[in-house]
């Protein structure tokens, strides 16, 4: 929230809320009121969803890892007993297939991308990465 709220409640209900739990008035600060630079748009979350499931990859791979065998004799057993034994390994180990999913498809250079033609950026959105791949 930046300065005072300016959150202002009308019905009684919503004023018997606010005393106890103010929740609409930090929806109202944080999602309606709060100031957000003009060129900032939809595509922008992908950056913090990519940082999510990249914090998935690596809790969920930790504890793969916990229980993975690296022995070419002993691996699919061991991913077999992740699946079977460990308690929610199918969980885990699903968790970890998945959040590749967005990984890959919005992944590293993929999601700076829109970035670059969305018409608010008249400089050309420049990124070490993208510029490598761009041949920049
Ligand atoms: C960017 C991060 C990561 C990506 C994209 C990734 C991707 C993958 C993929 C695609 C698989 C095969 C899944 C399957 O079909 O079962 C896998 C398996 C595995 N990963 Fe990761 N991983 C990441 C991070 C990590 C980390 C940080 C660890 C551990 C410290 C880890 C440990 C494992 C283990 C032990 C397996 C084998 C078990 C299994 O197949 O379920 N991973 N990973």
New binding site residues.
């Given amino acids: 929230m930046s300065g005072p709220s300016t959150y202002n409640p009308k019905s009684g209900i919503e004023r018997w809320l606010d005393q106890r739990l103010p929740l609409p008035r930090l929806m109202h600060d944080t999602i309606s009121t709060f100031p957000t630079p003009r060129n900032l748009n939809i595509w922008y979350t992908f950056g913090g969803i990519l940082t999510f499931c ?1 914090g998935v ?2 809790v969920t ?2 504890v ?2 916990m229980h ?1 065998v690296a022995n070419a004799n002993l691996a699919f057993d061991s ?1 077999e007993a ?1 699946m079977r034994d460990v308690n929610y390994g199918w969980l885990i ?1 699903y968790m ?2 998945a959040a ?1 999913g967005p ?1 890959v498809l919005l992944g590293r250079h993929g999601h700076h991308q829109p970035l670059q033609r969305h018409p608010g950026d008249r400089q050309p959105h420049r990124h070490l990465a993208v510029g490598r791949l761009r041949g920049g």
Wanted: net charge neutral.
């Fill in positions: 990249l990859q690596i791979g930790v793969l890892a993975y991913v992740i180990r970890h297939a590749l990984d």
